[in-house]
């Protein structure tokens, strides 16, 4: 079946920069996708959302960009922080599907 | 507020048992969620409640099912316990009385060892 996909296993970036994590996704009948923080031993933490009527949303030193055209999600996030290590997950639905589907999840590592 | 709680956090059974889960959704949120998480499959839906109806369900088998109670708590149940049950197991909240999808919260899991 159809599923989001995630660009790398593992990124890894100096503290201070800024990340981008990337996400596609197959599904040209999803319309609302999430990121998730994953810690170690934790459940997945929300981060933010997007519907598919915006390209792009921005949080707390985060922005999610969305391209339906190559279907394609990114989360940028601004200053990363070694708090910011952690597993990301995009995860995206469809109409009143009340279920997500989520990608395999990339490393975020940030080196001092 | 309170977030999602689940209980307990940790479980370990032997196969062919069964087990019970435990969620309590975040307060005025009807709709939960249960996913299975893996490192080989990630994260993977199993079923979702709403006003203790299921609406929707993942492709697992018959030996997983869940209920919802009237004050939206929700257990999932696994049946004749297989090693390859041995997971993370999540619940997560939102609304669910919208059109739309919203934001679904998850709680810290239930870790869970078949052996």
């Known amino acids: 079946g159809e599923s989001v996909g995630l660009h790398l296993p593992t990124l890894s970036v100096q503290e201070g920069d800024n990340s981008i994590i990337n996400c596609a996704y197959s599904n040209s009948a999803s319309d609302y996708f999430i990121w998730y923080k994953q810690e170690s031993g934790k459940g997945p933490q929300f981060i933010i959302d997007i519907r598919s009527n915006m390209d792009k949303r921005q949080g707390q030193r985060v922005t999610v960009l969305l391209n339906k055209t190559v279907k394609h999600l990114s989360l940028q996030i601004a200053a990363t922080q070694p708090g910011d290590s952690a597993v990301y997950f995009c995860a995206d639905s469809s109409g009143s599907a009340r279920q997500l589907t989520f990608g395999s999840g990339t490393q975020l590592t940030v080196l001092p | 507020k309170a977030g999602v709680t689940q209980t307990p956090r940790y479980l370990i059974k032997t196969r062919g048992q069964q087990v019970t889960l435990s969620c309590s959704p975040i307060s005025g949120h009807r709709s939960v969620s249960w996913y299975q998480q893996t490192p080989g499959q990630g994260l993977q839906f199993l079923f979702e409640?709403?006003?203790?109806?299921?609406?929707n369900k993942g492709n697992f088998p018959g030996r997983f099912s869940g209920r919802q109670f009237s004050n939206s708590r929700s257990e999932m149940n696994v049946s004749t316990l297989e090693l390859g049950d041995s997971a993370l197991y999540l619940c997560?909240?939102?609304?669910?009385?919208?059109?739309?999808?919203?934001?679904?919260?998850f709680g810290q899991g239930t870790r869970l060892t078949v052996v």
């Open positions: 409640y709403f006003s203790e109806t299921q609406r």
């Open positions: 997560a909240s939102s609304l669910g009385d919208r059109l739309q999808n919203t934001e679904a919260f």
